[in-house]
């Protein structure tokens, strides 16, 4: 009997879990809640997410990865065996095979600690990492593994990853920490500097996804927000529109921008080519906001396609990737931790 093939997006935001050929299932929020006094784990996901912002002096709230990498170990294996433990069942004799998403800039010592995370967490040794980019591909269906360029944008809680995939692996790419939260907290400071009014990064996010634009729109879209007045410090209501929330997020879609302009000049010609036909993937969750497609359009010529379920695409091309090891391993870092300063 074997175990389980899993695909992992240990992402910033949210982490996914997928299973081949059941898909995703598992997706939570990354976050964690701890008791100062011992650092126990209080609750994970959903249940550590509600208490953003409303969590009393003696729990801290957490979120262990930061722009796409571990910022604390220990809360990440411990974050990985609930969520692996949830998939596989507790009492699972036979350990999972797992695939692990990472940023396709990350380093050596990066690496190590995410398969060591994975492998500690439950997962059969050795873990095994793949680039989001790749990831992102697989799952949202591209070609990957014919001879053509296939450019793929992965727009995440905190990175933005862009890469020219051919033959399974990634031939140009670049990656910058402006994604989703990023977004979030140009949000906050425009309606600060805007209206003085103070909101967290949660009530940011939920602006973002109840009217966020990356275009001014001709049907605007208003919403509530509350807050708290930052003159007389006290709670306040006011309306926002999806053209203000445009407004706020032109500096990071900018960087965006600059990013995918970056890979397609240092794309080949021929895969260039490739490109201009079939235009440009968006992945992630960055590539729900409204009108990014349009966007990226005006911005780099490209045509821009927003891939099916964009925010399950790293976790299940993370699982589909298990069938292909044997022909991918090349392009993927050293099983061994044994990694050159440029393992893709």
């Known amino acids: 009997m074997f175990g389980k093939k899993i695909g992992v997006d240990l992402g910033t935001a949210n982490i996914l879990v997928a299973i081949k050929g059941r898909g995703v299932v598992l997706q939570e929020p990354g976050v964690v809640a701890l008791a100062h006094r011992d650092n126990a784990v209080v609750a994970v996901g959903s249940d550590a997410r509600a208490m953003i912002g409303r969590n009393p002096e003696s729990i801290a709230v957490i979120r262990p990865m930061r722009d796409g990498v571990i910022a604390d170990y220990v809360v990440v294996e411990a974050m990985l065996r609930y969520f692996i433990g949830k998939v596989t069942g507790r009492f699972s004799l036979i350990r999972p095979e797992v695939m692990v998403s990472i940023p396709a800039g990350v380093t050596p010592v990066e690496q190590r600690a995410v398969r060591d995370a994975a492998e500690q967490s439950g997962a059969r040794r050795p873990a095994h990492l793949i680039p989001e980019p790749l990831a992102a591909a697989i799952g949202a269906g591209l070609p990957v593994s014919t001879p053509r360029g296939n450019l793929v944008v ?34 906050a400071a425009y309606i600060k500097r805007r209206h003085n009014l103070i909101i967290g990064d949660r009530t940011a996010e939920d602006l973002k996804i109840a009217v966020g634009s990356a ?11 509350r807050g708290r007045d930052h003159v007389s ?60 497609d349009r966007l990226l359009t005006e911005e780099t010529g490209v045509p821009c396609h927003v891939a099916e379920d964009p925010l399950q695409c790293v976790a299940q091309g993370a699982a589909l990737s298990l069938e292909y090891l044997d022909v991918i391993r090349r392009n993927l870092p050293s099983d061994e931790g044994l990694l050159s300063a440029d393992p893709f």
């Not at 862009?162 to 990656?175: F, H, P, R």
């Open 154 to 187: 992965d727009i995440g809680g905190g990175r933005t990853e862009a890469a020219i995939i051919s033959m399974y692996g990634m031939v140009v790419w670049e990656s910058v920490r402006v994604a989703g939260d990023r977004f979030d907290e140009a949000i």
């Open 215 to 225: 275009l001014p729109v001709e049907d605007t879209l208003r919403t509530q927000v």
């Open 233 to 292: 410090q006290l709670p306040r209501t006011i309306t926002v529109t999806s053209n203000e929330v445009a407004t706020a997020l032109q500096e990071p879609l900018a960087a965006v921008v600059q990013t995918i302009k970056a890979v397609l000049e240092k794309t080949p010609p021929e895969l260039a080519a490739d490109v201009i036909d079939r235009g440009m993937v968006l992945t992630g969750g960055g590539a729900l906001l409204r009108n990014i």
